[in-house]
């Protein structure tokens, strides 16, 4: 299944995912800088895509590597690279993966997976897999942070967000391109507890031309308890749970289920 969504990592995707307002917007930095500080390195991110939190992190004076599937999304990591100071750039790797099956031949202090790689993980096989890998992948007492956004019931059926809606403003590129995106979720899937989602780039050019790009994919929804229970079968110990990048507890209405867990064992 995750070769299909890499199919749209591959395209449009990588190009504008900057300046996408909900990836742009993030208020999740500072949180991921703090527990890369508490932590300590070396610190593994898989899924890193375009470099958005590794570059920052690695700003900060951390060694970190990255993984991701996508050689495009890679690649645009590699440009902000390469034109950043000589310092960073020695402190990150890159390498391209699956995080469901990945042997880096090294240990980390930290693992992270932010902004919903694992919500791509549409088996449970490759969910097992990746925190398999993780768990491997640590060093005694060391810990993996992986976020999910809290699912919303409404999401799972209420035909309302089949309607292309638009909560985002329109964002001007530095090209002078303007970007509106909007979204829908084509169909649900209660029963293997997914929904196909379409996020739809309007592009406006400077010459007034027009273009509509559909980033079609399946976003698979966890639950709590679920995420608990797999943490658990992969030998890990969940440390801490929040709701939020500001560290308060998960409530009803939290928007995000981030934890952080202890591996166990060796
Ligand atoms: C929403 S982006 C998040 C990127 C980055 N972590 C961030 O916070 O901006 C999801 C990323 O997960 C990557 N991804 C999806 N499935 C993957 C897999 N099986 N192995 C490695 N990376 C994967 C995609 O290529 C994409 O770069």
Redesign the pocket.
Known sequence: M?KA??YS?ESFV?EY?DYLPP?AG?Q?LDFYLDVARTQGDPIL??????????LPVAQAGHRITG????ES??ARCRAKLENGPAQVRERVQLAH????D?DLGETFRLIT?????FQ??LAVE?QLG?LRCAHHHLAPGGKLLVDFFQTDARRMHDPVFTKESSPYPEVMLPDGRKLRLTERVAAFHRAEQCNDVELIYNVTHPDGRSERLVFAFTVRYFFRFEVEHLLARCGFRVVELFGNYDRSPLRDDSPEMIFIAEKQGS
């Open positions: 995750s969504n890499l990592y990588s995912y990836v993030r999740d991110e898989l899924g890193c895509g375009t470099g958005r939190v590794l993984l991701d599937l996508s999304m890679l993966g699956d995080m469901t990945f997976i932010h902004f919903r790689p791509h993980l490759q990746c």
